[in-house]
């Protein structure tokens, strides 16, 4: 039987790995569908401490995960198909089932995207899902974020303070954030809310992105929008649905407030699958180290 596995190969899990193997806990780390988790879907990290020249998020990742292997983590490819708790049981994609003593779950949350195919060709590329990820790249260029909410509102402020012009596209007519958010965006002078449009195609040169084609949702014309960048706050989808534990109404696991502990014994959570508000490297790394800990903590008391 593994004392800790760990689902998930961001920097959550890939923290949680390094804890794990220097407190001897011999941990064996499935890394998913993504390995290195959604930060790879950018190019260069800025704002992770230590690097103040950047640094390409492949190039991180990459070496959270020897450092880890490096101190003993099992680290194998494959994703959970199936996960039963009391005994703890795992299911992986090429039939192996792995019963462990502690489980870490940090299969992280997706961006909703659109679901355009030009979308996809610029990922990375100009389209962004992470506004404090990526907007310092936009410094004095012109922008445009797709949503409504608190969310996009938020980040909307963010871009108006590095963005020479900053486009919101509102599908309807109103926004969904709080009142207060919604002052803050329309007193903001370098943001420009295109009230019920939504975007159809996003324009590039092969390269990065040139524009976005909008249609209006009330006469269905059409327009182009010349931008340098395209940035998505329509929401994030936790990768929850195999857990049978407590779950917020968006479907994050529920964890004790300073803790990585689930509503099951001996399971424990870490990154963006517990956290709906920061989605930072940064948080999701410390999360991975809270859960490493607990998970430590938890063995010794057995």
Known sequence: MIRCLILGGGPAGYTAAIYAARAGLSPVLYEGMQPGGQLTTTTIVENFPGFPDGVDAWTLMDSMKRQAASFGADIRSGSAT??????????????????????????????????????????????????????????????????????????????????????????????????????????????EVLWHNSPVEVLGDGVAVTGVRLRDNIDQSERELAIDGLFLAIGHHPNSELFDLEKDPAGYIVTVPGSSVTSVPGVFAAGDIQDPRYRQAITAAASGCIAARDAESYLMNL
């Open 82 to 191: 199936a996960v039963s708790f009391n005994p703890i049981r795992v299911t992986i994609d090429n039939g192996e089932i792995i019963e462990a003593q502690t489980l870490i779950i940090a299969t992280g949350a997706s961006a909703k995207y659109l679901g355009l195919p030009s979308e996809e060709k610029y990922r990375g590329a100009g389209v962004s899902a992470c506004a404090t990820c990526d907007g310092f790249f936009y410094r004095r260029k012109t922008v445009a974020i797709v949503g409504g909410g608190d969310t996009a509102c938020e980040e909307a402020m963010y871009l108006s303070g590095l963005a020479s012009k900053v486009y919101m596209i509102v599908r309807r007519d109103v926004f969904r954030a709080s009142r207060a958010m919604q002052d803050k965006v329309l007193s903001t002078e370098n943001i």
